[in-house]
């Protein structure tokens, strides 16, 4: 099986490495460790990700490349566009 073929649970120990997680979720980890009142969550673990996102990037920077990203009209369209692939 895939290293990370499911979502972490916020009380999984794996939710505390960033280099699994990212920043925002180890975050999280350490706020409900040091006990404070964080809603449940789950984490799509980086390895998870990385291979959802593999078959789909070079539309999306396909989708990147068709737009002025340093104006704000060409980056919104970027965004709607790239979503629109990932979504």
Same mark, same amino acid.
Request: aromatic share 4%; proline share 7%; no cysteine.
């Given at each position: 099986?895939?290293?990370?073929?499911?979502?972490?649970?916020?009380?999984?120990?794996?939710?505390?490495?960033?280099?699994?997680?990212?920043?925002?979720?180890?975050?999280?980890?350490?706020?409900?460790?040091?006990? $404070?009142?964080?809603?449940?969550?789950?984490?799509?673990?980086?390895?998870?990700?990385?291979?959802?996102?593999?078959?789909?990037?070079?539309?999306?920077?396909?989708? $990147?490349?068709?737009?002025?990203?340093?104006?704000?009209?060409?980056?919104?369209?970027?965004?709607?566009?790239?979503?629109?692939? $990932?979504?």
């Amino acid at each position: 099986a895939q290293a990370h073929a499911q979502p972490l649970l916020s009380d999984d120990p794996r939710v505390t490495r960033e280099e699994e997680v990212g920043g925002k979720a180890r975050n999280l980890a350490h706020l409900v460790k040091a006990g $404070l009142r964080v809603p449940p969550f789950f984490v799509v673990g980086t390895g998870l990700f990385r291979a959802w996102l593999a078959p789909r990037r070079g539309a999306v920077q396909a989708a $990147l490349g068709r737009h002025d990203l340093a104006t704000p009209a060409g980056a919104e369209a970027a965004s709607d566009e790239v979503r629109a692939l $990932l979504l």
